[in-house]
């Protein structure tokens, strides 16, 4: 079974500075999605940015962008020029492109971003 | 497009009542997934439909949940005879049918269970 793993419950950030949350997944699989969903509180879930892993360049949407490293497992997320608006939970998620449909969450990262 | 919606946004009940919680999926959607999240964690897989069918459910979907979506487009789940242990946010979301489908998610339905 996937798993997903993000080490870092809480990160703290200051306005307009960079931040990076870390991810690792574990699976057998070569066809897959990676995603990054952001649940501020009580608010909904919604999606980030995603990854298709047979793309070999990073994905980016405005100040968002991901480190994906297929060898390694690894996700990153990289928020740039951090907002206010950017604090809450992110989750990394992955999503088998071939058995399934479902999502596979990690833990998620508090992210505060401090003024 | 209104979004996933959810409904109660939260219900409390007395260990061993039952309780349903419905989802309004974003109307062209195909698919339609229920996840189950306790707090600090992420989201657990609990079923989803495609369309009107059932196509996959999860070992956390004991004999007192079950789900459906009879002319596929909203959704129930119902538990009976809740434990406390069944207190969590029941997230619902949607996607179109294609694998690059982003998945919308509801606001959730929190269920405390006394």
């Known amino acids: 079974a996937q798993t997903v793993t993000q080490s870092q419950p809480e990160m703290s950030v200051q306005e307009a500075e960079t931040v990076t949350l870390s991810c690792t997944y574990d699976?057998?699989?070569?066809?897959?999605?990676l995603f990054w969903y952001k649940q501020p509180p009580s608010r909904q879930m919604i999606l980030v940015i995603r990854?298709?892993?047979?793309?070999?360049q990073n994905a980016t949407e405005n100040r968002f962008s991901v480190n994906f490293q297929k060898a390694a497992k690894s996700f990153s997320l990289k928020i740039s020029d951090s907002q206010l608006g950017d604090a809450a939970m992110y989750f990394c998620?992955?999503?088998?492109?071939?058995?399934?449909?479902?999502?596979?969450f990690g833990e998620g990262t508090q992210l505060t971003v401090n003024p | 497009d209104t979004g996933v919606s959810q409904n109660p946004r939260h219900k409390i009940t007395k260990r061993g009542q039952n309780v349903t919680f419905r989802c309004d999926p974003i109307?062209?959607?195909?698919?339609l997934y229920w996840y189950r999240q306790t707090l600090g964690q992420g989201p657990e897989f609990l079923t989803y439909?495609?369309?009107?069918?059932?196509?996959?459910k999860s070992r956390l979907l004991s004999d007192r949940f079950s789900a459906e979506r009879p002319k596929g487009s909203f959704s129930t789940l119902e538990i009976q005879r809740t434990e406390q242990g069944d207190s969590a946010m029941y997230l619902c979301?949607?996607?179109?049918?294609?694998?690059?489908?982003?998945?919308?998610f509801g606001e959730g339905s929190r269920l405390t269970v006394l």
């Open positions: 979301a949607s996607r179109r049918l294609a694998n690059t489908g982003e998945l919308f």
């Open positions: 699976t057998s699989e070569s066809d897959y999605y």
């Open positions: 990854q298709e892993a047979y793309k070999q």
């Open positions: 998620a992955y999503r088998s492109g071939t058995s399934g449909s479902r999502l596979t």
């Open positions: 109307s062209e959607h195909n698919r």
């Open positions: 439909f495609q369309n009107e069918a059932q196509l996959e």
